[in-house]
């Protein structure tokens, strides 16, 4: 059932941090990562067919040179078109997670991002417990943007992704302030850092977000 109330995730001793947000970040790498359900693992091996080995690394050089020229977004919807049946079977996948623990357009997800961000959330399920973007400083948030712009691009679940990109790029700021581990939960941010951090990003347009994310690998005037 979606939106489960508190009392329906499993106890897990030593976990630290929002339960629900433990759980959608847990079942997200399950979804995406660890226990890949046929459709999705075809929708991978699609991409890499279309975009070849290494295709994250592909689509990340693609569009950093692309959006940077007066020919975007055309040029990059002309390269991302092959992709676009496993990218809608991509799509479905990572919305359904979220709208397992969270109401699509409800406020909740922006704080298992920031929570995530921040490195505050610790699940003992997991070898690296800590639920945070890997990597110092982590390219996943770029990644990330670049797959949301393609499914906009595309019109795959565009209001959605519009609405998803602004968080993703509010975590991205907001993990480069907090530095966190994969090993070892941190302490929360001070509230008014988050707050600050939201304001600012949330309200930006995906053209802007477009401006922002050439921007690599941190936030522009950020270190």
Same mark, same amino acid.
């Given at each position: ?53 290494? *295709? =994250? !690394? ?5 569009? %950093? +040179?692309? @959006? ?9 919807? /002309? ?81 959605? *992704? =519009? !609405? ?5 790029? %509010? +975590?991205? @700021? ?9 090993? /070892? ?39």
């Amino acid at each position: 059932t979606p939106h489960h109330g508190h009392g329906d995730f499993p106890d897990v001793p030593g976990m630290l941090g929002d339960r629900r947000a433990n759980e959608l970040w847990y079942m997200f790498d399950e979804t995406t990562l660890y226990n890949v359900a046929p459709e999705l693992e075809q929708a991978f091996t699609d991409i890499e067919t279309a975009l070849g080995d290494g *295709w =994250e !690394r592909a689509i990340f050089d693609a569009w %950093m +040179a692309m @959006a940077a020229t007066s020919d975007y977004p055309n040029n990059f919807i /002309e390269y991302v078109t092959p992709i676009k049946g496993p990218l809608k079977v991509l799509s479905k996948a990572q919305l359904g997670v979220f709208d397992t623990y969270y109401r699509p357009h409800g406020h909740g997800i922006v704080g298992a991002f920031a929570d995530f961000a921040q490195g505050v959330l610790n699940d003992p399920r997991r070898e690296r417990p800590v639920h945070t973007m890997n990597g110092n400083p982590p390219p996943g948030y770029h990644i990330w943007f670049i797959f949301m712009r393609s499914m906009m691009l595309l019109d795959i679940s565009r209001h959605r *992704w =519009e !609405r998803m990109a602004p968080i993703n790029a %509010m +975590a991205w @700021a907001i993990q480069t302030i907090a530095k966190p581990s994969q090993f /070892e939960v941190k302490e929360p941010l001070p509230r008014r850092v988050v707050a600050r951090e939201a304001a600012k990003w949330l309200p930006r347009s995906v053209h802007r977000l477009d401006r922002d994310f050439l921007s690599y690998p941190l936030p522009e005037g950020m270190s």
